[in-house]
């Protein structure tokens, strides 16, 4: 007997009233801990102890939303609420309950980190685990359970407007990105939720678009990053995509979450939906999704207080059960993942409290991109510019001064503070150095997104002619031309819901920058973007940055850069190719860039043939920048690649060893790539794949050297038939290298 039962029992009649209030307080503190709530057992013993213990109506509660970002805990049993934020380059701004606009809160300005093409631009796997921490620590000083990125879908076209989100064009590149991310961002006690899985590779027709793509190609290419983060990184959380894969949407996708995610790679968190992805009830039920974010229920009632209810996972799937039409095993198995996804964050009892805007935040996303920004072209070394010796700057272009941490959909940021480009070069400069400004071309003044307001004022009525004519005055005395350009985060530029029109700059900048180039021959472009962009002018601009979104820190980091403060090491994560043509899924069709509305297949035709592994193929046509491809203001030699063995068995492994000379003045990092080729197979296989990769810092003269360790999971390919990693005897090519189109040196071995 209970000792408040004993207490009930035995109570005298009269006293009851006293005894009875004594009683109930000592029934709501039981004495022993219940095992749910005792962080000393085990995960699963807790999981078990609470799911024991919780009635049908609470475990529905559980696995769906309750407001535009949060979803139920169990109050009765002290379990609490699980809160989700955006994700994945800052916290984001608290909107209402239940509605999209801004709470109005004035403590949520948070840091922009720069944009996850950045961030693998850095080709840093230290970098990546020190943006998961510092985000992750965001996240906790804000309350959050789970952070809503990072995103890994792959760059199959250039014209998707989420491609600054994702990690570029190489399953292997980002996937060693991901996994300390993630890692960084759980130390915090903070899940992870990696998107868009999968197959979401543009935007345009995003929830009606059912993918075709073979076996071989999912697996080689669209879900290793996936699987990294889930097996290596251990992701607590992952987000189905909005799209169909064999005419299932992939939120509640039978293949990929029950069979591929949780069969084969034995996954043990939650899947969550992307807000609007849930379709279909009984599918909702049976392929693996977990946990309902956003649906739009059903029209009556969108938007109202009380449509959490009509969720697919909620009352719908109460009323199956309770009319016998579904049991409760796939509802107990997701409310399990749900309560382990709350013992390792709502009530993980070593989290600590995070922390919020620290200088230690705003160093890292600086570090971030100083690391990323890519030189893409340094004719005559005009750069860097020595500040000392110049008299007169002009900086050019829209993006020099717009916001960049507003707009692009749901990874907008509302920022404690943002330096612009153009603020970075006059802080760098001093007052010595005149800095002039000319804005070059109208791109788009507007900059709100969900209520948060850029709070900037750059109308200008001036026409094309006028904006080009002050520039081009400027320019001609000016001891160099900074052009800052490239795309925003408006809609058909880089931005969620939304792809571009074709690949080339908008708002005429074409046409601004051909006129610098003719009267200044010190002209430096700036592309600010998460995507390629065409470059017909970049015969006559001797010197090109890539430089992404950079956020925060965005004008420091330029500044550093341009400067030769920083050195710069970051290396493209995915092609630029010289007309869209040259990417295969436009050459091929596959590609649907009008909206539709129904159903629209796309086919990935090109298969395994991605980025770098189609542009090597390709004999004739060369891309603009290679994948991989990056200068440095300092000279890098390579030596002759070496093995330490020629041949090696299916459990064995061997070495390559190369060494790298700095044979520059400055000091400088180099990122090494290693590709490894089959020179015969029996399927067609890509000329080479990255395998690994390995950034190090030389000082001027310092030679030092790498060495990458392959074992037969580099060698391998997918087998659709056998539906197993084969890699087959025979010859292969280790392939050193500073990038896809720029080899060093080769050596090559024998599998046994
Ligand atoms: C996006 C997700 C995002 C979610 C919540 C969706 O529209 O696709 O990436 O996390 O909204 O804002």
């Known amino acids: 007997m209970r000792f408040s039962e004993f207490l009930v029992r035995t109570l005298p009649k009269a006293g009851g009233v006293l005894f009875l209030s ?6 709501a503190y039981p004495q022993d801990k219940p095992v749910y709530l005792d962080g000393t057992k085990p995960i699963e013993e807790r999981v078990e102890d609470a799911l024991g213990r919780m009635t049908l109506e609470e475990k529905i509660k559980v696995i769906h939303a309750q407001s535009k970002f949060s979803s139920r805990g169990v109050p009765r049993l002290g379990i609490p609420e699980v809160w989700t934020t955006d994700g994945p380059h800052g916290i984001r701004s608290e909107v209402y309950w239940d509605e999209w606009n801004q709470a109005g809160w004035t403590n949520d300005s948070c840091v922009a980190f720069p944009a996850l093409t950045c961030l693998a631009a850095t080709w840093n796997t230290e970098l990546a685990h020190l943006y998961g921490k510092s985000i992750g620590e965001e996240a906790t000083f804000r309350g959050k359970d789970m952070l809503l990125g990072p995103g890994v879908n792959i760059y199959r076209s250039p014209l998707n407007g989420r491609n600054f989100e994702y990690m570029g064009e190489d399953p292997y590149l980002a996937g060693r990105m991901v996994v300390p991310y993630v890692q960084g961002v759980q130390e915090n006690g903070v899940a992870a939720c990696v998107k868009h899985y999968a197959l979401n590779n543009h935007e345009i027709n995003r ?9 071989r190609t999912l697996y080689e290419i669209y879900l290793p990053a996936f699987k990294a983060a889930v097996q290596e990184g251990g992701a607590w959380a992952i987000m189905g995509s909005y799209n169909l894969y064999r005419d299932q949407h992939c939120c509640h996708n039978s293949y990929l979450l029950n069979d591929i995610l949780k069969g084969e790679w034995g996954y043990d968190g939650v899947v969550v939906s992307d807000w609007g992805g849930t379709h279909d009830t009984d599918q909702a039920i049976r392929n693996g999704l977990d946990m309902e974010f956003g649906t739009g229920t059903d029209g009556l009632r969108s938007g109202a207080r009380n449509a959490y209810d009509s969720y697919h996972m909620a009352f719908p799937y109460l009323e199956k059960i309770r009319k016998g039409e579904v049991g409760t095993e796939e509802l107990d198995d997701k409310v399990r993942r749900v309560l382990r996804l ?3 964050t709502s009530m993980n009892g070593d989290r600590g409290f995070g922390s919020f805007c620290s200088e230690e935040h705003y ?10 920004i890519v030189l893409l072209k340094n004719e005559g070394n005009i750069l860097p510019v020595d500040f000392g010796s110049v008299e007169k700057i002009l900086v050019v272009g829209e993006n020099a001064v717009k916001m960049m941490t507003v707009g692009g959909g749901s990874s907008s940021l509302k920022v404690e503070r943002e330096i612009s480009p153009l603020d970075g070069i006059r802080e760098r400069a001093g007052s010595d150095v005149e800095v002039v400004y000319a804005r070059g071309y109208i791109g788009d003044v507007t900059g709100e997104y969900n209520g948060v307001t850029s709070g900037q004022d750059l109308a200008d009525t001036r026409s094309a002619d006028e904006l080009i004519a002050e520039a081009v005055a400027q320019a001609k005395d000016a001891d160099y031309v ?11 530029q880089d931005c ?9 700059l908008p708002y005429d900048q074409d046409r601004v920058i051909e006129a610098l180039a003719a009267v200044n021959d010190r002209l430096v472009v700036v592309n600010i973007s998460g995507n390629a962009v065409a470059m017909p002018w970049i015969e006559e601009v001797p010197a090109v940055l890539q430089a992404w979104f950079i956020g925060s820190e965005a004008g420091h980091s330029i500044a550093d850069v341009l400067s030769g403060d920083v050195n710069p090491s970051g290396k493209l994560p995915f092609t630029f190719p010289a007309r869209l043509e040259d990417c295969p899924a436009h050459l091929l069709g596959e590609y649907c860039g009008e909206p539709v509305k129904d159903t629209v297949d796309i086919e990935y035709k090109e298969g395994i043939f991605v980025g770098y592994r189609w542009t090597d193929r390709q004999k004739k046509t060369k891309p603009l920048f290679a994948f991989g491809h990056g200068l440095s203001y300092t000279e890098f030699e390579y030596g002759k690649p070496t093995t330490d063995s020629s041949t090696m068995t299916s459990d064995g492994h061997v070495t390559v060893s190369v060494d790298i000379t700095n044979a520059g003045q400055r000091a400088g990092k180099e990122i090494v790539q290693l590709y490894i080729a089959d020179r015969k197979s029996s399927l067609p296989r890509p000329v080479k794949e990255l395998k690994g990769f390995e950034k190090i810092l030389l000082q001027p003269g310092e030679t030092k050297t790498v060495t ?7 060698l391998s390919f997918f087998d659709p038939e056998k539906h197993e990693w084969v890699a087959e005897p025979g010859r292969f090519d280790a392939i050193v290298a500073a990038a896809a189109d720029d080899v060093r040196g080769s050596v090559s071995f024998e599998l046994k």
Request: no cysteine; glycine share 10%; charged share 30%.
């Open 207 to 215: 929830h009606r678009t059912n993918v075709i793509v073979d076996d």
């Open 363 to 372: 160093a890292a996303a600086r570090a971030i991109g100083d690391e990323g």
């Open 22 to 27: 004594a009683a109930a307080a000592v029934a």
């Open 708 to 714: 990458f360790t392959i074992d037969v999971d580099d």
């Open 342 to 344: 709350m013992f390792r």
């Open 482 to 492: 900074i052009f800052i350009g490239g795309l925003n985060k408006s809609k058909h």
């Open 496 to 504: 969620e819901d939304s792809d571009r029109k074709g690949l080339g």
